[in-house]
């Protein structure tokens, strides 16, 4: 007889499915107590415990604090359990694909809301860790670099299309979408000022339509 080898593809797949869903429990729990007490009191340990795995596990899994919460933002962009490239968003391929550019900009407004629901308080902790962390920092500096990139990115479409105001660089354009979709200015009009998100879409999808169109 030849040896079980569904058998062992079985015992194989099912051992990483337990892996997985250890792994996002961890994920889970960091990012509650990383929200509820700040990245520097949020230790290994705590995390563990509310895991309900050991500190081995959680470096095992996912790695030190700064790999944990670079996870959790990552995942937190791409809205799933898995980075996801910025041109293999559904959102982005919908807006690239749009005439219209107020359509266009409804799209990522809509999107952005989305993600800064998820993104916000862990982007601002990860701002406040990056002050005294270099390993957070340079998260921090990684994550913020490519985010300036995407907001050019849509500017550069605005303006391929024909779309950006004429009296407006590129850059210009491209500094106003960051500024206005940053996790502060969200947190400050929904947390601050309670503004529903619903609220803070519509503002921003109008504002940006102000702003940038021609």
């Given at each position: ?9 079985y ?20 990012r ?24 081995d596990?959680v470096?095992?899994?996912v ?11 990552e ?6 359990d ?5 041109e293999?968003?559904?959102?982005v391929?919908a807006l ?15 999107a952005?809301?989305a993600?800064l629901?998820?993104l ?15 390993d ?40 106003i979408?960051?500024a ?10 929904t947390?601050e ?16 339509m102000r702003?940038?169109?021609?």
């Open positions: 007889m030849g040896p079980p080898v569904k058998k062992r593809s015992d194989a797949s099912t051992r990483q499915a337990a892996s997985t869903a250890t792994r996002q429990r961890i994920l889970a729990a960091a509650e107590l990383i929200v509820e007490k700040g990245y520097r009191r949020a230790t290994i340990a705590s995390i563990a415990e509310r895991a309900g795995v050991n500190a596990t470096y095992a899994l790695g030190r604090k700064p790999v944990l919460l670079r996870e959790l933002i995942q937190a962009i791409s809205g799933t898995h980075p996801v490239p910025a293999e968003r559904d959102y391929i690239r694909a749009e005439p219209d550019p107020r359509a266009k900009i409804r799209i990522y407004a809509k952005i809301r993600n629901e998820r916000a308080p862990l982007f601002l902790a990860l701002r406040d860790a990056s002050t005294t962390d270099p957070a920092y340079a998260v921090w500096q990684q994550i913020s670099d490519r985010r300036a990139a995407n907001m050019r990115k849509f500017a550069e479409d605005l303006h391929r299309t024909g779309h950006l105001r004429s009296d407006l660089r590129i850059s210009d354009a491209a500094d979408v960051w206005t979709n940053s996790s502060e200015l969200y947190v400050m009009l947390l000022r309670g503004w529903s998100p619903d609220h803070y879409e519509e503002w921003l999808a109008d504002a940006w702003m940038l169109l021609a």
